[in-house]
Antibody, heavy 121, light 107 residues
Framework: QVQLVQSGAEMKKPGASVKVSCKAS????????IAWVRQAPGQGLEWMGW????????DYSRKLQGRSTMTADTSTSTAYLELRGLNSDDTAVYYC??????????????WGQGTLVTVSS | DIQMTQSPSSLSASVGDRVTITCQAS??????LNWYYQKPGKAPRLLIY???NLETGVPSRFSGSGSGTDFSLTISSLQPEEIATFYC?????????FGPGTKVEIK
């Protein structure tokens, strides 16, 4: 069955960087994309961007563009999200999700368990 | 960016009630609209994609309709396990945007 397993919780200081991984299994990684969505405590869902497993192209939220990088390693079926210049507003649960789209983002039919990133001095 | 609004922001209904949540986009998004629900402490789950298509494995009591700017999600008979927050999401134009959510509680 389709499964996305994310890396563990992270505690970071302001200004630091974090890299979250999302290992996919149970399907052909290159046939789908991976979207990243975050959720601050008690808040709604915020789209961060997505990356195509097919061609590695990525689209980013304008709010995070320049601070975030999404990559996909097809050899290990693993997607990565790196976020730099962390501040307290980045404290959130970060989710990866399988995107049904191959070259454009569409809908997210399977989700990782979430990774809590806490930014605190 | 396309703004998504949902109403109501929260609702309380009895088991067996018919529940409808609406979602409005700030501009025409055709049928590029998905619905998710999220139980407390859990990852979201896809319910409906492309406005009206039921995701595999989702109970048939869920249905979606609409196109353009106005959409709705209906639960024909609310069940106790539907204590959750429901989100709409548009993917017509980047950036993808989610609605603020509708919290459903059981009376």
């Amino acid at each position: 069955q389709v499964q996305l397993v994310q890396s563990g919780a992270e505690m970071k200081k302001p200004g630091a960087s974090v890299k979250v991984s999302c290992k996919a299994s149970g399907y052909s990684f290159a046939t789908y994309g991976i979207a990243w969505v975050r959720q601050a405590p008690g808040q709604g869902l915020e789209w961060m961007g997505w990356i195509s497993g097919f061609n590695g192209n990525a689209d980013y939220s304008r709010k995070l563009q320049g601070r975030s990088t999404m990559t996909a390693d097809t050899s290990t079926s693993t997607a990565y999200l790196e976020l730099r210049g962390l501040n307290s507003d980045d404290t959130a649960v970060y989710y990866c999700a399988r995107d049904e789209g191959r070259t454009v983002t569409t809908h997210y039919d399977s989700w990782g368990q979430g990774t809590l990133v806490t930014v605190s001095s | 960016d396309i703004q998504m609004t949902q109403s109501p922001s929260s609702l309380s209904a009895s088991v067996g009630d018919r529940v409808t949540i609406t979602c409005q986009a700030s501009q025409d998004i055709s049928d590029h609209l998905n619905w998710y629900y999220q139980k407390p402490g859990k990852a979201p789950r896809l319910l409906i994609y492309d406005a009206s298509n039921l995701e595999t494995g989702v109970p048939s009591r869920f249905s979606g309709s609409g196109s353009g700017t106005d959409f709705s999600l209906t639960i024909s008979s609310l069940q106790p396990e539907e204590i959750a927050t429901f989100y709409c999401q548009q993917y017509d134009t980047l950036p993808v945007t989610f609605g603020p959510g509708t919290k459903v509680e059981i009376k």
